[in-house]
């Protein structure tokens, strides 16, 4: 499988494509205005403290305060990896409001909620992910080979005594497969430099304040998303070119190689057609090639994503041409998940399949495809109503969340009031002025397709109103209006 990673920088936005063998499985934004800040560590000051909820509010400098729950809040002298059950402490034990605290964000903002906030600070780098909070090694579960795993563990350990880190702990990323002790040691200059940067800017800053921010996003990219089967890195500023081969030199020599810098007059993102695939990733509809299709709705508490045939009839029998369609809908949704970034609780409603080997089938291909997730997933199975329910980590704003905002017109419904709705609700607010109100007339003020309704298919009804309230009533356009807008002014 080729994989290549495009990088589009404009002084107002960073976007970078992760395409798999042509086709986009993963976009990414960041704005010069609204930068995300995942990663970032702050010096807080609480604000307010919530017994009932087991959490607390934390002021750290932006708009809305951020919230931190108990269990994320490292006690003095504890060890975050204990392997016995924690109880979750009292948090006014933890916390009392006013009291300056050294946070790193979980979770950005979103909707209407602030920050995730946890005390359990980790600093990452291409191999590593130092956290002081822990006294442990862990490697990561995509590396298998037990061997493997033994040998990562045994060079970290002994090459961690060289420096001051050795109190912490580390997580071994997926990329640290096969890598030599130059690498690691690279790596642990890198974190040891940074963490003494942030010990010594956690005793400086004034709280509320930003102690480390995380690189910009088309370094990140180097750091966290290439992989074995990474060919090329395409960017097409010269500028961050020149500092993305810097960092390369740096801290990843052998990625120097796949950086690349287009200086085509096509832009980069039309040439592999990604500016197409984000534009179809807004929508609610997923075609499938077959001719069936998958609907994909988003909400607050969770995402459902419902499969159909649609226009596929299939060759042989309905129980194939099920199975067929929801196969190829496995695929789909797998790459839906990581293009538009959809996290939290989701729910896949297949079509029904009454072969179990059918459904295993099924959900074995969700889970294969999902393994290429840089994102942690968990599919707890078909449930008795034969729905898949799974969970994605959700740690910024989805695609659709970052790009788009709710229709001013239906309020983020998604759909309006028909013309007839509306023009019964104008005859009951006549009614009611009517009644409230002794006027000579009313002037009804509402958009073209309710007004063209009142004059033609209910113009009867119309009739019979004004007979009832013996009062002439007007009617006026105005195309500002949305078609749910409507007044009626006394004359």
């Known amino acids: 499988m080729s994989e290549e990673i495009l990088i589009n920088v404009t002084p107002v936005e960073t976007r970078v494509a992760l395409v798999e063998n042509g086709m986009l499985q993963e976009a990414y934004v960041e704005r010069t205005r609204n930068k995300g800040i995942v990663g970032n560590i702050y010096k807080g000051k609480v604000v307010r403290v919530l017994p009932g909820m087991e959490a607390a509010f934390v002021d750290i400098g932006l708009e809305r305060a951020a919230f931190i729950h108990a269990s994320d809040v490292a006690e ?29 964000v979980t979770k950005d903002p979103i909707g209407t909620k602030g920050a ?14 130092y956290m002081p909070a822990m006294s442990h090694i862990g490697i990561s579960q995509r590396i298998e080979d037990e061997t493997e795993r033994k040998r990562l563990r045994d060079l970290i350990q002994s090459v961690a005594r060289d420096y001051e880190l050795d109190a912490g702990g580390y997580i071994v990323r997926t990329a640290a ?49 290439v992989r074995v089967q990474t060919e090329k890195i395409r960017i097409d500023s010269r500028e961050s070119c020149e500092k993305l081969l810097a960092f390369a030199d740096r801290f990843v020599e052998q990625l120097r190689e796949m950086i690349e810098f287009y200086p085509g007059e096509r832009p980069l993102f039309d040439l592999y057609s990604v500016e197409d695939e984000i534009q179809k990733a807004l929508s609610r509809h997923v075609q499938l090639k077959s001719g069936g299709h998958a609907l994909i709705d988003q909400t607050e508490a969770m995402t459902t994503i419902d499969v159909n045939t649609g226009a596929f009839v299939g060759h042989r029998n309905l129980e194939e041409t099920i199975f067929k369609t929801n196969l190829e809908a496995a695929r789909a949704i797998s790459r839906q998940l990581r293009l538009r970034n959809l996290g939290g609780i989701i729910i896949i409603d297949f079509i029904d399949m009454a072969d179990l080997e059918h459904q295993r089938q099924v959900l ?80 009804v003020m509402a958009s073209q397709s309710v007004i063209d309704r009142l004059l033609d298919e209910d113009s009867d009804n119309v009739a019979d109103l004004e007979t009832f309230i013996g009062k002439t009533i007007k009617f006026q356009v105005e195309l500002v209006y949305s078609q749910e807008q409507y007044d009626v002014v006394l004359l």
């Open 76 to 104: 003095l002298g504890g060890d975050s990896d204990s392997s016995a059950p924690r109880t979750v402490p009292d948090i006014r034990s933890l916390l009392r409001e006013g009291q300056s605290i050294i946070v790193q």
């Open 116 to 129: 995730r906030l946890t005390t359990h600070l980790s600093i990452p780098s291409r191999y590593l992910v």
């Open 177 to 225: 497969e096969s890598v030599g002790e130059d690498d690691i040691r690279r790596d642990m200059d890198y974190l040891n430099r940074l963490s003494t940067s942030i010990m010594e800017g956690a005793r400086d800053v004034q709280a509320p304040g930003v102690i480390y921010e995380d690189l910009p996003l088309f370094i990140r990219t180097v750091r966290d998303l």
């Open 364 to 443: 074995r291909m969700l889970e294969k495809m999902l393994e290429r997730d840089h994102a942690r997933t968990k599919i707890t199975g078909v449930s008795e109503l034969g729905l898949v329910e799974m969970t994605r980590k959700r740690t910024t704003e989805s695609l659709g969340q970052l790009l788009c905002e709710p229709c001013p017109v239906c309020n983020g419904r998604g759909f309006l009031k028909t013309p007839e709705t509306v023009c019964y609700e104008i005859f009951r607010e006549i009614m009611r002025v009517n009644r409230a109100y002794d006027v000579e007339g009313l002037l």
